[in-house]
């Protein structure tokens, strides 16, 4: 019923960037999408808020991207997309997507919702 589909990471040397897009469908009920964020996990560590954005498109970063990230989002497509710049080994992880979605139907319900991961490794 609702699912997140990831796309864009890869692989990339030091100083480079890509570009991560999120599209989110949502099938039989009516929906709105509130945030919309961007986690990441690297190996043995705990999985880390990137980026978010809210319905209203405030956002907010962690220390360690800001002034590197950006955080966008297009409601007519329900796409979330991270655009990262200066791109540096240690931001070497699975990234992932979350989506805190209301779906009105015969039970109205409210839930985060996550897509499946996208690899991107920055080379030294």
């Known amino acids: 019923q609702v699912q997140?589909?990831?796309s864009g990471g890869?692989?990339?040397q030091a100083g480079g960037s890509l570009r991560l897009s999120c599209a989110a469908s949502v099938s039989g009920v009516?929906?709105?999408i509130n945030t919309m964020s961007w986690?990441?996990?690297?190996?043995?560590?705990?999985?880390e808020l990137v980026a978010a954005i809210t319905s209203g498109r405030s956002t907010h970063?962690?220390?360690?991207v800001k002034g590197r990230f950006s955080v966008s989002r297009d409601?007519?497509?329900n796409t979330v997309y991270l655009q990262m710049n200066s791109l540096k080994p240690e931001d070497t992880a699975v990234y992932y997507c979350k989506a805190d979605i209301s779906t009105f139907g015969a039970v109205?319900?409210?839930?985060?919702?996550?897509?499946?991961?996208?690899?991107?490794t920055v080379s030294s």
């Open 75 to 77: 409601n007519a497509k």
């Open 61 to 64: 970063y962690a220390d360690s």
């Open 10 to 12: 890869g692989l990339v």
């Open 39 to 47: 986690y990441r996990q690297a190996p043995g560590k705990q999985r």
């Open 30 to 32: 009516s929906f709105s």
């Open 108 to 120: 109205d319900r409210r839930a985060d919702y996550w897509g499946q991961g996208t690899q991107v």
């Open 4 to 6: 997140l589909v990831e």
